[in-house]
């Protein structure tokens, strides 16, 4: 392809199987995992104890941001944290990711929710590898619902209701959609539940989108600047969707909200309205 007269942003490469066969080697640099939480000790817990417990590489730090907890929480997240972001304020998932941003000290930032479990020891590894590269935007991983093989995330399409997780709800012990559950693929975006992207390819996220569609902008925002996202489906955890907040689809304020956010990243990125190259 003549990328000269292409009337769409720079994207990957057609052969996306390339990645296949690659041999992951450890990517210099630190990683600052950043996590949102607030009066959610218990499952903060677990995911940091998962973390310290199972991860093999030793570069990386912790922050935990947290927008308002109890007295007796906030001296328990201090504990569990390398780096602790305390300012009571209004829940914005945008803003208290940027807060823990602006004080990491790794080269790579991982965005990562607190109902998140780490499986494979090597994630770190194996997404700082991908997340290296210089065409590389946000690097994303497969998520499972708890304790099963029943994908809660391996990429975001974006069809023509809006962006949607890729095979969500099927068995990843199937071969599914012609291999888009092994090896590592590009997509439109990837959820910020686990997203890794280099410190210096970051410009924050947008404020302006307070609860949804944040990571969904953040990629579009990558992509239009000649950007890659991709899926590691060799990299797996646990998430225990939405446990903290509760689903935004069974309340009808909350849906309200999800429909005009979808509306406005729209009007920002007008390019993707009804439209993925990744996705046929």
């Not at 907890?69 to 209004?90: H, M």
């Amino acid at each position: 392809i003549n990328v000269a007269h292409c009337d769409r942003p720079l994207l990957v490469s057609d052969r996306p199987l390339a990645f296949y066969n690659e041999n992951i080697t450890q990517a210099v640099g630190r990683v600052s995992i950043i996590i949102p939480s607030k009066d959610n000790y218990e499952v903060l817990k677990i995911c940091v104890d998962s973390i310290r417990r199972k991860t093999l590489c030793a570069d990386y730090e912790i922050i935990v941001v947290d927008n308002g907890s109890t007295e007796p929480v906030r001296g328990k997240y201090a504990l569990l944290a390398d780096q602790y972001v305390f300012r009571e304020e209004s829940f914005n998932f945008s803003r208290m990711c940027n807060r823990g941003a602006e004080v990491a000290e790794g080269q790579f930032l991982l965005f990562l929710n607190d109902d998140t479990e780490v499986i494979d020891g090597k994630w770190l590894d194996k997404m700082k590898y991908y997340a290296a590269k210089p065409k590389s935007g946000a690097v994303g991983a497969k998520l499972y619902y708890p304790n099963s093989k029943i994908i809660q995330h391996c990429g975001v399409i974006n069809i023509q209701p809006g962006p949607a997780h890729a095979l969500l709800g099927e068995d990843d012990g199937n071969m599914l959609y012609h291999g888009r559950n092994r090896g590592v693929w590009n997509y439109t975006a990837v959820t910020a539940a686990c997203l890794m992207v280099e410190k210096s390819k970051f410009t924050g996220f947008d404020e302006s989108f307070a609860v949804a569609y944040n990571d969904v902008e953040l990629c579009m925002s990558l992509i239009e600047r000649g950007y890659r996202n991709m899926v590691i489906n060799e990299v797996a955890l646990y998430h225990y969707e939405s446990l903290s907040r509760g689903d935004d689809r069974l309340d009808k304020a909350k849906l309200k909200r999800l429909a005009l956010e979808k509306d406005r990243l729209f009007d920002k990125h007008p390019y993707f309205c009804g439209r993925d190259n990744y996705y046929n």
